[in-house]
């Protein structure tokens, strides 16, 4: 059984007044999220995230398309409860502490007074607001609400939990912790879908994700096997190289491109198919002296890029069909 799928999941918005249109914010998206999977939901913004985790939480509902979680529709109570959403702007009653919250949060699940406040005490020290949780929330910073939105979604030990951009807001520190925290999360055998549109956070946390482009799914699976981030070409940067060697190197074809960073400093571009070590000890035979070597892929901006660049209508824009 899987943890979450959906079929075919579509949402248009009705926009405009005096023309009326459908906005497809969601189009067809079909998708298997499996059980204890870090699963990266990925997309610039506008892409379609946030709509689908409204769809998945039931605080909108599709125009057409199915969506199950842990193999019932979704919406089934008996499912609702093993569930952790966070939203993406999450906003609370901000007279209350975080302690105070957070315990409000934990007595809607039926936890005794003596395993709330052990279960509250323990998930702010996790998220790191161990230390502010006398603390009015109307003084947290961004960071600091994303960190009680966390440990709110979490509160009942969930068996599924939704993050919709759970690092936004959050500076390198901060997101490192909430990695950190997923991971756990992970480990308990907690499945952990969350939405992001920075790539490294998925890269770093999940094997597998699906990119959203447009409202439409532009790709999903393995991170690692996806054709589009696999490494296209090495970029070799060197110091020290002459007229001389560079026009030889770029003539005979070990170099396919060759960008200028500075008095006989270049960037050079080689095929994939050729060992760049011989090339790298050819160079330094005739006085160059290496800089770094990395291998060039596709970031998730290049590829979003590629993905949005295309004509309104593939974006989801059409006229209300009557
Ligand atoms: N209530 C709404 N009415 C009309 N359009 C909406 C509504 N909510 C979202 N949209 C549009 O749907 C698209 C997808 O939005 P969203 O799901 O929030 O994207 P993401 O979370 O990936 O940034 C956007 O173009 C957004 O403007
Ligand atoms: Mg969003």
Redesign the pocket.
Known sequence: MDAIRTEALTKD?R?GFWRPRR?L?LDSLTLHVRQGEVFGFL?P????????LKLLMQLIYPSSGRAEILGRPVGDVSVKRRLGYLA?NPYFYDYLTAEELLQYFAGLFGYSAVERRRRVSQLLDEVGIGAERRLQLRRFSKGMLQRVGIAQAVINDPDVVFFDEPMSGLDPLGRREIRELILRLRDRGCTVFF?SHVLSDAETLCSRVAI?AG?RLAAAGDLSEMLAFQARAWELVVTGLSDTVLEKVTTSGQVVRATPLGAQRYALELPLSAAPDRLVTNLVAHGAQLVSLNPIRETLEDFFVRQTGAAPRDRGLEPVAR
Not at 45 to 52: C, H, S
């Open positions: 918005y926009v906005y914010a997309g913004n506008g892409a379609g995230k946030t709509t689908t993406e939405s959203l409202g």
